[in-house]
C-alpha cells in the first residue's frame, strides 16, 4: 500500500524559510500530478501549489514568488521551497499526489496527515 509522509514543518520567524519534503512509499510505476495544500484553524483547505508529469507548475496567488515546488520523480518526492513566510502562512499542509500507478493498483488520489507550520511575527 502506498502512503505519504510529510516532514520539514515547523515553527519560524516571518520572513523565514522553510522547505517541506513529501514522499511516496512502496513501489510506484508513476505519479501524474503531486501538490501541496493548505488548512488554517476555522478556513477551508486551499491549493498551494501543483507540479505535473511534465514538469509545469502552479500556485496560488498568494504564494507567487515566495514558494517553489519541484519533485524528485526517482525518489517519489516532492518538495516545497517557502521563503519569506509570512504569519498568514500558518497552517498545516499537506501534500497530495495524484494518479498514482503501482504494478497493479491505481490510486486516484493519495494524501499526507499533514505537517504543521507556524509562522511567528
Known amino acids: 500500500q502506498v502512503q505519504l509522509v510529510e516532514s520539514g514543518g515547523g515553527l519560524v520567524q516571518a520572513g523565514g524559510s522553510l522547505r517541506l519534503s513529501c514522499a511516496a512509499s512502496?513501489?510506484?510505476?508513476?505519479?501524474?500530478?503531486m501538490g501541496w495544500y493548505r488548512q488554517a484553524p476555522g478556513k477551508q483547505r486551499e491549493l498551494v501549489a501543483n507540479?505535473?508529469?511534465?514538469?509545469?507548475?502552479d500556485y496560488a496567488d498568494s504564494v507567487k514568488g515566495r514558494f517553489n515546488i519541484s519533485r524528485d520523480n526517482a525518489k517519489n518526492t516532492v518538495y516545497l521551497q517557502m521563503n519569506s513566510l509570512k504569519p498568514e502562512d500558518t497552517s498545516v499542509y499537506y501534500c497530495?499526489?495524484?494518479?498514482?500507478?503501482?504494478?497493479?493498483?491505481?490510486?486516484?488520489?493519495?494524501w499526507g496527515r499533514g505537517t504543521l507550520v507556524t509562522v511567528s511575527s
Open positions: 497530495q499526489f495524484r494518479a498514482v500507478f503501482t504494478r497493479t493498483v491505481r490510486y486516484n488520489e493519495l
Open positions: 512502496g513501489s510506484i510505476f508513476s505519479i501524474n500530478a
Open positions: 507540479i505535473f508529469s511534465d514538469g509545469s507548475t
